[in-house]
């Protein structure tokens, strides 16, 4: 397996509920971060959370992140049709010093309105 | 404020061309990223600058692949000559300092090589 592995894959559900997603990595981190990538687009940020920090709240989403673990999760509530798109997570690896993200294969998001 | 801009949005060359892509980070970012998506692979990082300085260029796959940013501003990415295995989405990224970790993404320009 891969630094940055989500699951599931793929996740439909019906718009309101809430969506839940999740990363694993194999490294020691300075930070996990999220993206979003609506279909042909481009990478939107949506949330970082350093390696001493276990919750982050914005707006709808809520991330966490268990470094004994190696794993974070993304919660998505009350989603919205418009929140369909693939989800990625990033690590910064604390091991090298270097900045380049590694990220996961995604999880792709449907809502159903 | 601007986003991360890259150009082309789109380009498609025949095998053995040469192509070039350029990106313009946000206004004073002094890092800048390179990262490319394969066809059915993950996003993978490809060279990161300081200022006008390659700080890592490890993800960098070969020497058909030079990177350049010459007074620190825009960089430039050019695949010399393209094969098909080039194909694929590359994204450009900035962040402000070695203490801002959040890397702002661009677009991405689509690269198909026939």
């Known amino acids: 397996s891969q630094q940055g592995e989500e699951d599931p894959q793929a996740l439909s559900i019906q718009e309101g509920e809430n969506a839940t997603m999740n990363c694993s990595y194999k490294t020691s981190i300075n930070n996990l971060q999220w993206y979003r990538q609506n279909s042909g687009r481009g990478l939107v940020h949506l949330i970082l959370?350093?390696?001493?920090?276990r919750e982050k709240h914005s707006g709808r989403l809520r991330v966490t992140l268990d470094t004994s673990k190696k794993s974070s999760s993304l919660l998505i509530t009350a989603s919205r049709a418009a929140d369909t798109a693939s989800y990625f997570c990033?690590?910064?690896?604390?091991?090298?010093?270097?900045?380049?993200?590694?990220f996961g294969s995604g999880t792709r998001l449907q809502v159903q309105p | 404020e601007a986003g991360v801009t890259q150009f082309p949005s789109h380009s498609v060359i025949e095998k053995g061309q040469t192509v070039t892509l350029r990106c313009d980070p946000i206004?004073?970012?002094?890092?800048l990223y390179w990262y490319r998506r394969v066809m059915g692979k993950e996003i993978k990082f490809l060279l990161h600058f300081v200022k006008e300085s390659k700080q890592d260029e490890s993800g960098m796959p070969n020497n058909r692949f030079l990177a350049e940013r010459t007074g620190g501003t825009y960089s430039t990415l050019k695949v010399q000559p393209a094969e098909l295995e080039d194909s694929g989405v590359y994204f450009c990224?900035?962040?402000?300092?070695?203490?801002?970790?959040?890397?702002?993404f661009g677009p991405g320009t689509r690269l198909l090589v026939l």
């Open positions: 206004s004073g970012h002094d890092n």
């Open positions: 990033a690590t910064d690896r604390m091991d090298t010093g270097r900045r380049a993200l590694t």
């Open positions: 990224a900035s962040s402000s300092g070695w203490t801002q970790e959040t890397q702002y």
């Open positions: 959370i350093r390696s001493n920090e």
